[in-house]
């Protein structure tokens, strides 16, 4: 029980810890122990102008990655499994936050070559418009799935969770706002689609105490947060961790080790 990655206390990841996901191999050990959770954004291309550069995956790096995942004999969690011990199975969670119609469009075929399911967080005030959150921050514009949209990813097997109506910043707002934002998130999405919603995700990241017994008396069974790390059984279903999927740029070490190979293979 002083393994931190499986406690739900505030301590450091292990400087082990690989920090983002971009293959598989790294994670190897902490993934095949149970927990894990991957958190994705947009899919595909860049418009030209963006800011966050690392919300976005391209196609063929998604495909690269679930091609490892399924080899490994992974196979797709629903969210409230990840705090339930499940010996002997390999299995993750696949989420994507906001609703990106460009998740639809790119992330659909790769999921069904690798036989994964995966979970979108929506945000029912925008659905059909653009992610207007991000634009008042300087982000460019991009499409966020209107209801036929959902229902075609729906169709395809997938789930869909809540993420507030409007994203905001959920501490940071009146606990009536708050309410009604975790409320009404949940019940338009159910109201629309004609189905369950069991999943919230909290916009930003953003939680505390409060907020999350807001989520709790919504009726939801889990909430994710951007904490990076693993879940471990008996956690805290409403402050699940996860690991953020991107591409991993040269950094320092990187480019410390391509130096060393370059310079071994001229030497
Ligand atoms: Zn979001």
Not at 224 to 229: I, Y
């Amino acid at each position: 029980m002083t393994d931190p990655l499986f406690s739900d206390g505030h301590e450091p990841l292990p400087p082990e810890f690989p920090g983002v996901f971009s293959r598989l191999a790294p994670f190897s050990g902490w993934l095949e122990r149970g927990g894990g959770a991957l958190m994705y954004h947009k899919l595909g291309p860049r418009p030209a102008g963006v800011r966050l550069k690392g919300l976005y995956v391209s196609v063929s790096l998604f495909q690269k990655q679930l091609g490892d995942l399924r080899s490994a004999g992974y196979r797709s969690a629903d969210l409230a499994e990840l705090t339930q011990a499940v010996p002997g199975e390999r299995r993750i969670a696949l989420t994507f936050d906001d609703g990106f119609e460009n998740v639809l469009r790119n992330g659909l075929d790769p999921l069904r070559t690798h036989g994964l399911r995966a979970i979108q967080f929506l945000v029912p005030g925008l659905v059909g418009r653009t992610n207007e959150w991000e634009q008042r921050e300087g982000e460019a514009t991009e499409r966020l799935m209107d209801w036929n949209q959902i229902r075609e990813w729906l169709a395809a097997g997938h789930d869909v969770g809540a993420h507030t109506c409007t994203h905001p910043r959920l501490s940071r707002i009146p606990r009536d706002q708050a309410r009604e934002e975790i409320f009404g998130s949940k019940a338009r999405l159910e109201d629309a689609l004609g189905r369950p919603i069991r999943h919230f995700c909290y916009p930003f990241g953003d939680w505390n105490p409060a907020v999350r017994d807001l989520v709790q008396e919504a009726g939801f069974v889990t909430a994710c947060t951007t904490e990076a790390g693993m879940n471990r059984p008996g956690g805290d279903v409403f402050r699940l961790r996860r690991l953020t999927a991107r591409y991993v740029s040269l950094n320092w070490r990187n480019v410390g080790r391509i130096l060393r190979q370059w310079v071994s293979g001229r030497g």
